[in-house]
């Protein structure tokens, strides 16, 4: 997948989706532009180039649908969404907003929500996959933030290129994305089995 930025990405993802896993496919949303200065605003940080192209391809899924498109249940937000999700975090951790009890560079751990983190793709309950934009050679990086622990520990992905290279070439080759391999159920759905 060298050389493949973001879009051709998602779009290579998509088109598989659609081939392969028609109601995945299905549940995801046509992409509508988001407003990138009043996101950065909001979250106070500069948006990478890889996060403003995610947000002008994918248009996550319609509310409570779930597309795991992202290993190993996780499906994608929309600009939309991640803001929502954001926000959520912001009323939840009000108390530790400020000062979170996290390391300060990017790729680090931390047991309260940062604001510098940004979600990409939920689970449906309160898991996320964010993108850490805190600074620091690992900015970019994506995490696995854990609700019921309230922690992240270690990336998972060097940044959402990273991300989607490793989740086509587990679509196309069968290999593993992170700890996870991707399967189609029987009614046309990707689901990502840990092994």
């Given at each position: ?21 028609p109601v995945t496919a299905a549940a995801l949303r046509p992409p509508s532009p988001p407003?990138l200065a009043e996101l950065e605003a909001e979250f106070a940080v500069d948006l990478p ?144 089995q840990i092994r």
């Amino acid at each position: 997948m060298i050389g493949m930025d973001v879009t051709e990405l998602w779009t290579k993802i998509v088109l598989w989706l659609g081939e392969h896993a028609p109601v995945t496919a299905a549940a995801l949303r046509p992409p509508s532009p988001p407003d990138l200065a009043e996101l950065e605003a909001e979250f106070a940080v500069d948006l990478p180039e890889e996060l403003r192209k995610l947000w002008t391809c994918c248009g996550g899924t319609d509310t409570d649908v779930l597309a795991d498109v992202l290993p190993p249940f996780y499906t994608p937000y929309s600009a939309d969404e991640a803001l929502r999700a954001w926000r959520e975090h912001r009323r939840t951790w009000m108390a530790r907003w400020e000062r979170p009890a996290c390391d300060y560079y990017a790729g680090s751990p931390g047991s309260s929500f940062h604001p510098a983190w940004i979600p990409i793709a939920g689970d449906g309950f309160a898991d996320e996959l964010v993108v850490d934009l805190r600074p620091g050679p690992l900015r970019g990086c994506v995490l696995e933030w854990e609700q019921e622990t309230a922690q992240v520990l270690r990336p998972e992905w060097q940044g959402v290129t990273t991300m989607l290279s490793d989740v086509y070439r587990a679509l196309t080759e069968g290999v593993p994305a992170g700890h996870s391999y991707a399967t189609v159920t029987e009614d046309g759905r990707l689901d990502w089995q840990i092994r």
